[in-house]
């Protein structure tokens, strides 16, 4: 069964940085596109960034300059850097992991994101 679990997260100050990692057991990590995904209370859940099995990243608008998403396939793991965090980060983020030619995808657990002075 695979797994993807997440850490990091945390409470920080406007303008500080926290960093997420996401690592998944599948056996051929290199063939997955791994988004993180965040929902802040009364919202709907939302792509913040991903990246695919060739390295090409997308992000939100809202986290564009702020947010770096990289892999490193041979610890199968994908970081999420942010920086210069905004109140309006504050979230529970989740990591997704999806093979295109599958249907189904597998999320790891949530962690909360809280920007606040």
């Known amino acids: 069964q695979v797994q993807v679990v997440v850490s990091g997260g945390g409470l920080v100050q406007p303008g500080g940085s926290l960093r997420l990692s996401c690592a998944a057991s599948?056996?051929?990590?290199?063939?997955?596109?791994v988004g993180w995904y965040r929902q802040a209370p009364g919202s709907q859940r939302e792509l913040v960034a991903n990246i695919s099995s060739g390295g090409t990243t997308n992000y939100a608008d809202s986290v564009k300059g702020r947010f770096t998403i990289s892999r490193d396939n041979a610890k199968k793991t994908v970081v999420l850097q942010m920086n210069n965090l905004k109140p309006e980060d504050t979230a529970v983020y989740y990591c997704?992991?999806?093979?295109?030619?599958?249907?189904?995808?597998?999320w790891g657990q949530g962690t909360q994101v809280t920007v606040s002075s």
């Open positions: 997704n992991v999806k093979r295109l030619d599958q249907t189904y995808a597998y």
């Open positions: 599948v056996t051929i990590f290199s063939i997955y596109t």
